[in-house]
C-alpha cells in the first residue's frame, strides 16, 4: 500500500524559506516510474497546482504564482519530492500536499498525501 508522508510546514515570517519533504514508502515498484507533483489548499479556495517534476526526464512544472520563488526537485534514491519555498508570502499560506501518479498501460493510480500546514505571517 502507497504512503505519502509531507513534513517540513510550519510557521515562517513573510520573506522566509521553508523546504517541504515528501517520502513515499509501500512501494512495489519503482519510485522513478511516478510522476510527483505538489498542491496546496487555503481555506475557502479551491485546491491548486503548485509544481510538477516528471517521473523520466524531471522536467518541472509550476503555478505563475510561485514561479521563481519555489523550486520542486526529486531523490529517486531516498522516494523523496521537496519542494523549496523562497520569498514567501502570506498568500502561500494553505495546506501543501503531494500528489503522485503512475501511469500503467494507460490505467492512472494516483496517491494524495495527508498534507502539511504552511502559515506566512509577522
Known amino acids: 500500500q502507497v504512503q505519502l508522508v509531507e513534513s517540513g510546514g510550519g510557521l515562517v515570517q513573510p520573506g522566509g524559506s521553508l523546504r517541504l519533504s515528501c517520502v513515499a514508502s509501500g512501494l512495489s515498484f519503482s519510485f522513478t516510474t511516478m510522476s510527483m507533483r505538489w498542491y496546496r489548499q487555503a481555506p475557502g479556495k479551491e485546491r491548486e497546482l503548485v509544481a510538477g517534476i516528471s517521473s523520466t526526464s524531471g522536467s518541472t512544472n509550476y503555478a505563475d504564482s510561485v514561479s521563481g520563488r519555489f523550486a520542486i526537485s526529486r531523490d529517486n534514491g531516498k522516494n523523496a519530492v521537496y519542494l523549496q519555498m523562497n520569498s514567501l508570502k502570506p498568500d502561500d499560506t494553505a495546506v501543501y500536499l503531494c500528489?503522485?501518479?503512475?501511469?500503467?498501460?494507460?490505467?492512472?493510480?494516483?496517491?494524495w498525501g495527508q498534507g502539511t500546514q504552511v502559515t506566512v505571517s509577522s
Open positions: 500528489y503522485a501518479q503512475r501511469r500503467i498501460f494507460g490505467r492512472d493510480y494516483n496517491y
